[in-house]
């Protein structure tokens, strides 16, 4: 199993700044996901970022808005930038394990004024 | 491209009677199904999946969920719900690709037991 920590857990900030997530795992993995949980919405694939490599990003989601550093096996962080009320979500960072199973951090709750 | 429908955005249930949380999905090719539970201020953690095999998959806190190919349905049941089974519950489906660990989720069943 893999544990990973994720901070900050919560945050409110105002329209127009940008805010750091980070994601620390106790393990190496390849792959690291970041996930978007709207309010009363399902979880969505922002992107998989790999080290060493420019991250993936998913139909919608675009590098200047959701920029990401992977630069380790165990790390990595992803900016919500220039942020507006719409941006308010649960973002949750993810890794692969055996058997097709992911394990997820507690996830960050972002609100934007 | 995949999709899954969980129908039930909220079940409430009396303490100790069963549930069945519901979750269809759409897929052209074979699919590998998971059930996932967040409780209340937590990250999301594996339930059960389905990869191949028996299709009663059993999980874990007594859950168990069936995976019906003809249906494209994938419930999710347990016999008897307890207090600490409040939670989110999604459902979740990856292609069938070894290696890809990209899920499509559900919206997600808000569980709450009565008690």
């Known amino acids: 199993s893999a544990v990973i920590s994720q901070k900050p857990s919560r945050d409110i900030c105002q329209r127009g700044t940008s805010l750091t997530i980070q994601c620390q795992v106790d393990?190496?993995?390849?792959?690291m996901f970041w996930y978007r949980q709207q309010p009363g919405q399902s979880l969505t694939l922002i992107a998989t970022?790999?080290?060493?490599?420019?991250?993936?990003?998913e139909s919608g989601f675009v590098i200047d808005k959701f920029p990401i550093s992977r630069p380790n096996l165990t790390f990595s962080t992803l900016t919500v930038s220039n942020m507006s009320p719409e941006d308010s979500s649960i973002y949750l960072c993810s890794v692969g394990g055996q058997g097709k199973k992911l394990f997820f951090g507690s996830g960050t709750q972002l609100s934007v004024l | 491209a995949q999709s899954v429908t969980q129908l039930d955005s909220q079940v409430p249930v009396f303490e100790e009677a069963p549930v069945e949380l519901r979750c269809n999905y759409s897929?052209?090719?074979?699919?590998?199904l998971f059930w996932y539970v967040q409780y209340p201020n937590q990250g999301l953690q594996l339930l059960l999946k389905y990869l191949s095999g028996s299709t009663l998959v059993k999980g874990i806190n007594g859950f168990e969920a069936e995976f019906n190919k003809s249906q494209t349905s994938f419930h999710l049941r347990k016999p008897s719900v307890h207090i600490s089974d409040t939670a989110e519950y999604f459902c979740?489906?990856?292609?069938?690709?070894?290696?890809?660990?990209?899920?499509?989720f559900g919206t997600g069943t808000r569980l709450t037991i009565i008690p």
């Open positions: 970022a790999n080290q060493g490599s420019e991250a993936t990003y």
């Open positions: 897929s052209s090719v074979s699919v590998y």
């Open positions: 979740a489906v990856s292609d069938d690709d070894f290696g890809n660990e990209k899920l499509t």
């Open positions: 393990s190496q993995v390849t792959m």
